[in-house]
């Protein structure tokens, strides 16, 4: 399992963590993201005999909102608004990704809905990306996503993914490659 952790940049130890939710706090740091990088087992266990043959990167994109929730508004560390800035509005004012992060006339319907009072389990297995692995495994999170709406229209209802293959679009920013 310590080959799937490896990651870059690499993990931190439990000190500098601190100081990153410091920075958090303080307003330091602007916003939250994951790079996603969905390596499968095969994939990871390459570095079996040498680390540098093992993929580098986790799985993101399925389990960011509700673990960073937990970590954030659940622990009662920062507003749901803040939480709201960190996650939306300020990654597309960062990243200057037009009709994104702001609830406003013009702007793409895109929300997640978390039920603060109910509770979930990260289950790996039920991931829907490629990668079917993650230190979180069995982690019980306060707060559960019950809704993904992109453009007006649900596409996650909690449990399963409701929108057809191909309904996603590519909104390009100012940092995408062209």
Known sequence: MDLWLKITPPLREKE???????????????LISSDHAPWG?????????????????????????????????????????DFANMMSTNPAEVFSIPGKGQIAVGFDADFT??????ETQVDQTTFKSYSRLT??????????????IVRGREVFDGEKVTASPG???FVAGSAAKR
Do not use: C
């Open 167 to 169: 309904y996603g679009k």
């Open 16 to 30: 500098e963590v601190q100081g990153l939710w410091k920075h958090l706090e303080e307003k330091h740091i602007d």
């Open 41 to 81: 087992k095969e994939e990871k266990t390459r570095g079996d005999d040498n680390i540098f043959n093992a993929a580098s990167g986790l799985p993101g994109v399925e389990i960011m909102a509700p673990l960073m929730f937990n970590s954030t508004v659940a622990s009662g560390r920062f507003s749901p608004n």
């Open 113 to 118: 809905i978390i039920d603060p009072k109910q």
């Open 135 to 148: 230190p979180f495994d069995g982690q019980k999170l306060n707060g559960k996503v019950i809704s993904t």
